[in-house]
């Protein structure tokens, strides 16, 4: 049972254009949501998060929405840069108290010039 | 910090040989993950430890695998035998907290079995 999914495995963007990178969720209990980027032959790294308390978060061109109605977050990324090239993974805490993070299959993003 | 150390970085062995695979979290964190990727699954967790104490073996495959942490720096991931499906990188991460605490991964072991 996939509790968070990410359907495209792959998005191709131009220079300077947005990124839009999307996840689903299956689990309403979810109360929080991060984004790890992921660079070839690196381990993934930390992004952006968002708390259900809210329902967007901004950090320089990175910016995550949450609709929790919908069970759906975004990464939108503006403007697209060349280095942002990567694996984007969704992943959510499976409780508070655990340190189990459940994470999307990944998007790969690439960014051209 | 030289944040989590994780070694070797490639390991390729033949089938049915042991594995070891090691890491050493970020000092004063108080949580270590391993997680394994591959195409199939995506990055999936396999183990975790509070204070060099195993919690949630869940994801851990088999029998055949099994996760050490003697100390606070230092953490194992055992495969044996090792079997080509267990082909994948394997990551160790680790974290202050549990929840929403940020986990910072290593780089990763690839293995790769012949």
């Known amino acids: 049972d996939q509790q968070v999914k990410q359907n495209s495995p792959s998005l191709s963007v131009q220079e300077g254009r947005i990124s839009i990178l999307n996840c689903d969720y299956t689990?309403?209990?979810?109360?929080?949501f991060l984004w790890y980027k992921k660079y070839p032959a690196e381990g993934p790294t930390f992004l952006i998060s968002?708390?259900?308390?809210?329902d967007k978060n901004e950090d320089g061109r990175f910016t995550v929405f949450l609709n929790k109605s919908a069970k759906h977050l975004s990464l939108h990324i503006v403007p697209s840069q060349p280095g942002d090239s990567a694996v984007y993974f969704c992943?959510?805490?499976?409780?508070?108290?655990?340190?189990?993070?459940?994470f999307g299959q990944g998007t790969t993003l690439q960014v051209k010039p | 910090d030289a944040g989590v150390i994780q070694s070797p970085r490639h390991e390729v062995t033949e089938m049915g040989q042991e594995v070891t695979l090691r890491c050493k979290p970020i000092?004063?964190?108080?949580?270590l993950f391993w997680y394994r990727q591959t195409m199939m699954r995506g990055l999936e967790l396999l183990i975790y430890?509070?204070?060099?104490?195993?919690?949630?073996d869940s994801g851990m495959p088999e029998d055949r695998f099994s996760a050490k942490m003697p100390n606070a720096s230092f953490s194992t991931l055992k495969i044996q035998p090792s079997e080509p499906r267990d082909s994948a990188v394997y990551f160790c991460?680790?974290?202050?907290?549990?929840?929403?605490?940020?986990?910072?991964f290593g780089p990763g072991t690839r293995l790769t079995v012949l």
């Open positions: 991460a680790s974290s202050l907290g549990a929840g929403s605490d940020t986990q910072y």
């Open positions: 968002i708390s259900s308390i809210k």
């Open positions: 000092s004063g964190h108080d949580y």
């Open positions: 430890f509070n204070n060099n104490v195993p919690i949630d």
């Open positions: 992943a959510a805490p499976s409780s508070s108290n655990t340190g189990k993070l459940i």
């Open positions: 689990n309403s209990m979810f109360d929080y």
